[in-house]
């Protein structure tokens, strides 16, 4: 059974930084595109960014590009998301998501492409 749990997520105030992490079980995720997502209250479901299976290649939305890194570690089996310069519309539950194809070489941004996701992590920015 593969489990993604989040962790990291926190009350910080705007302009400042927060990381999180994604520990998964039960997969490899080494061998698979890691992507993490955010939903706001009323809003749907966005792409934030994902990574490719080697680390090689990433994608971020516009939205955070310049201020979020995603980076991972395949020995541990983790995905990181570096958030810096937050934003008060930041503000959201943060999701990781693992790719269901096996070293996929594209990355999608539909969540319908991710078929694994952690339970979430709350980020909240203060004004």
């Known amino acids: 059974q593969v489990q993604l749990v989040e962790s990291g997520g926190g009350l910080v105030q705007t302009g400042g930084s927060l990381r999180l992490s994604c520990a998964a079980s039960?997969?490899?995720?080494?061998?698979?595109?890691m992507g993490w997502f955010r939903q706001a209250p009323g809003k749907e479901r966005e792409f934030v960014t994902a990574?490719?299976?080697?680390?090689?290649?990433?994608y971020y939305a516009d939205s955070v590009k310049g201020r979020f890194t995603i980076s991972r570690d395949n020995a541990k089996n983790t995905v990181y998301l570096q958030m810096n310069s937050l934003k008060p519309e930041d503000t959201a539950v943060y999701y990781c998501?693992?790719?269901?194809?096996?070293?996929?070489?594209?990355?999608?941004?539909?969540?319908?492409?991710?078929?694994?996701w952690g339970q979430g992590t709350q980020v909240t920015v203060s004004s």
């Open positions: 039960g997969r490899t995720i080494s061998n698979y595109i």
């Open positions: 990574i490719t299976w080697s680390g090689g290649s990433t």
């Open positions: 998501a693992t790719d269901s194809r096996y070293r996929g070489s594209y990355i999608y941004t539909q969540s319908r492409s991710y078929d694994y």
